[in-house]
Protein backbone atom coordinates (compact mmCIF):
# COMPACT_ATOMS: atom_id res chain seq x y z
CA UNK A 1 0.00 0.00 0.00
CA UNK A 2 2.95 2.54 0.61
CA UNK A 3 4.01 2.77 -2.94
CA UNK A 4 0.05 3.61 -3.65
CA UNK A 5 -0.64 5.81 -1.10
CA UNK A 6 0.79 8.70 -1.96
CA UNK A 7 -0.57 8.67 -5.58
CA UNK A 8 -3.91 7.98 -4.15
CA UNK A 9 -3.77 10.75 -1.56
CA UNK A 10 -3.01 13.05 -4.73
CA UNK A 11 -6.17 11.78 -7.07
CA UNK A 12 -8.26 12.12 -4.06
CA UNK A 13 -7.33 15.86 -3.74
CA UNK A 14 -7.99 16.12 -7.18
CA UNK A 15 -11.28 14.54 -6.94
CA UNK A 16 -10.85 11.46 -9.02
CA UNK A 17 -13.10 8.35 -8.28
CA UNK A 18 -10.68 5.63 -7.57
CA UNK A 19 -11.29 1.56 -7.63
CA UNK A 20 -8.21 -0.22 -5.62
CA UNK A 21 -7.67 -4.41 -6.04
CA UNK A 22 -6.03 -5.79 -4.10
CA UNK A 23 -4.16 -9.45 -4.20
CA UNK A 24 -6.12 -11.60 -1.63
CA UNK A 25 -5.06 -14.61 -2.62
CA UNK A 26 -2.24 -16.88 -4.81
CA UNK A 27 -1.85 -20.30 -6.05
CA UNK A 28 1.37 -21.81 -7.46
CA UNK A 29 3.82 -19.36 -8.01
CA UNK A 30 2.71 -15.64 -8.75
CA UNK A 31 4.14 -12.60 -9.79
CA UNK A 32 3.40 -11.00 -6.82
CA UNK A 33 1.98 -11.36 -3.17
CA UNK A 34 -1.08 -11.74 -1.36
CA UNK A 35 -1.56 -7.59 -0.47
CA UNK A 36 -0.29 -6.22 -3.40
CA UNK A 37 -2.68 -3.38 -5.06
CA UNK A 38 -3.13 -1.30 -8.03
CA UNK A 39 -5.43 1.48 -7.97
CA UNK A 40 -7.58 3.02 -11.17
CA UNK A 41 -9.14 6.07 -11.65
CA UNK A 42 -12.24 6.49 -13.41
CA UNK A 43 -10.28 8.91 -15.77
CA UNK A 44 -7.61 5.88 -16.81
CA UNK A 45 -4.97 6.89 -14.28
CA UNK A 46 -2.75 3.50 -13.21
CA UNK A 47 -0.83 3.04 -10.23
CA UNK A 48 0.93 -0.10 -8.72
CA UNK A 49 0.71 -3.69 -10.35
CA UNK A 50 -0.98 -6.93 -8.90
CA UNK A 51 0.53 -8.77 -11.39
CA UNK A 52 3.63 -7.72 -12.41
CA UNK A 53 2.19 -7.00 -15.80
CA UNK A 54 0.53 -9.86 -16.86
CA UNK A 55 -3.06 -9.20 -16.41
CA UNK A 56 -2.69 -5.24 -15.63
CA UNK A 57 -4.84 -4.84 -18.21
CA UNK A 58 -7.82 -6.82 -17.43
CA UNK A 59 -7.81 -5.74 -13.63
CA UNK A 60 -7.88 -2.57 -14.99
CA UNK A 61 -11.22 -3.08 -17.28
CA UNK A 62 -12.54 -5.01 -14.13
CA UNK A 63 -11.88 -1.19 -12.01
CA UNK A 64 -13.61 0.33 -14.61
CA UNK A 65 -17.01 -1.42 -14.44
CA UNK A 66 -16.54 -1.54 -10.64
CA UNK A 67 -16.43 2.32 -10.75
CA UNK A 68 -19.37 2.25 -12.82
CA UNK A 69 -21.32 -0.19 -11.19
CA UNK A 70 -19.92 1.00 -7.24
CA UNK A 71 -20.13 -2.94 -6.69
CA UNK A 72 -16.92 -4.84 -5.22
CA UNK A 73 -15.88 -7.87 -7.30
CA UNK A 74 -13.70 -10.92 -6.44
CA UNK A 75 -11.93 -12.11 -9.96
CA UNK A 76 -9.51 -14.47 -10.70
CA UNK A 77 -6.78 -15.26 -13.23
CA UNK A 78 -4.80 -18.20 -13.58
CA UNK A 79 -3.69 -20.50 -16.42
CA UNK A 80 -5.69 -24.20 -17.66
CA UNK A 81 -5.75 -26.05 -20.43
CA UNK A 82 -9.16 -24.39 -21.49
CA UNK A 83 -7.80 -21.08 -21.08
CA UNK A 84 -3.94 -20.75 -22.13
CA UNK A 85 -4.87 -18.14 -24.65
CA UNK A 86 -6.74 -16.23 -22.90
CA UNK A 87 -5.84 -13.42 -20.40
CA UNK A 88 -3.73 -15.31 -17.57
CA UNK A 89 -0.33 -15.87 -15.73
CA UNK A 90 2.17 -17.43 -17.56
CA UNK A 91 3.92 -18.63 -14.76
CA UNK A 92 1.30 -21.02 -13.81
CA UNK A 93 0.42 -20.13 -10.81
CA UNK A 94 -2.95 -17.93 -9.96
CA UNK A 95 -4.07 -15.20 -8.20
CA UNK A 96 -7.29 -13.91 -6.64
CA UNK A 97 -7.96 -9.67 -6.93
CA UNK A 98 -10.60 -7.74 -5.07
CA UNK A 99 -11.73 -4.89 -6.86
CA UNK A 100 -13.47 -2.06 -4.54
CA UNK A 101 -14.37 1.25 -5.26
CA UNK A 102 -12.22 3.73 -3.21
CA UNK A 103 -14.78 5.40 -0.63
Partial sequence: MQEVLPTIEEWRAEGEDIALATVVKTTGPAPRFEGAK???TRSGKLVGSVSGGCVEGA????AQRVLRSRKPKLVKYGISKESAWDIG???????????SPLE
Fill in 38 to 40: MAV
Fill in 59 to 62: VFEE
Fill in 89 to 99: LSCGGGIEVYI
